[in-house]
């Protein structure tokens, strides 16, 4: 199985910030990386496909980028709603897995 | 409206068994491979099982192969999960999701059910 390893696991930002979440593949998954974000008692949403893809609906202060190993989500001028949790995802092997998650805290 | 609507689900002993039910609407079920994925209390999402378009092929993790079984049907609509042998930290809010393939997209997760709380507890 290909492990996915988030950082950092929290952080702290407040609105109008720009942050970083990166997001490390034991193997090389070519762009087979997606992004999701989660609020609490709700199912995750995607956010961004294929490493730098961004969902219809998503607003453009999202971005992502990387390809084989290292993945980087960046979300500009951090708003309100932006304070969830965080998680990468490949869909490069048969079996999938997720990174451990970020969460977003003000 | 593309749905999916977990049932089943609750509280179960050590070693107990329990079935998970997944209704699918709003879409051709019968042309999209489907997940569980599950989350334990207060931590993060962990991919669970797959399975293709007619059933055929099978992937699990490797905490759970050999205990649970995803299946289908697809003349109901309806994708399942069956766990045995189960375990305290098996305990998790179980989601079945679809699995959505774009050429420019990649494979991923476009739509989710709500999630059913499976408690394994004595």
């Known amino acids: 199985d290909i492990q996915l390893h988030q950082s950092p696991s929290s952080l702290s930002a407040s609105v109008g910030d720009t942050i970083t979440i990166t997001c490390r593949a034991r193997?090389?998954?070519?762009?087979?990386l997606n992004w999701y974000q989660q609020k609490p008692g709700k199912a995750p949403q995607v956010l961004i496909s294929?490493?730098?893809s961004l969902e219809s609906g998503v607003p453009s202060r999202f971005s992502g980028s990387g390809s084989g190993t290292d993945f980087t989500l960046t979300i500009s001028s951090l708003q309100p709603e932006d304070f969830a949790t965080y998680y990468c995802?490949?869909?490069?092997?048969?079996?999938?897995?997720f990174g451990q998650g970020t969460k977003v805290e003000i | 409206e593309v749905q999916l609507v977990e049932s089943g689900g609750g509280l179960v002993q050590p070693g107990g068994s329990l079935r998970l039910s997944c209704a699918a609407s709003g879409f051709t079920f019968s042309s999209s491979w489907m997940h569980w994925v599950r989350q334990p209390p207060g931590k993060g999402l962990v991919w669970v099982a797959r399975v293709n378009t007619d059933g055929s092929r099978t992937y699990y993790d490797d905490s759970v192969t050999g205990r649970f079984t995803i299946s289908r049907d697809n003349a109901e609509n309806t994708l399942y999960l069956e766990m045995s042998r189960l375990r305290v930290e098996d305990t998790a809010i179980y989601y079945c999701?679809?699995?959505?393939?774009?050429?420019?997209?990649?494979?991923?997760?476009?739509?989710w059910g709500q999630g059913r709380l499976v408690t394994v507890s004595s």
């Open positions: 995802q490949q869909g490069y092997s048969n079996s999938w897995s």
């Open positions: 999701a679809r699995e959505y393939y774009g050429l420019w997209t990649g494979y991923y997760f476009d739509v």
């Open positions: 294929a490493a730098s």
């Open positions: 193997e090389n998954i070519r762009s087979y």
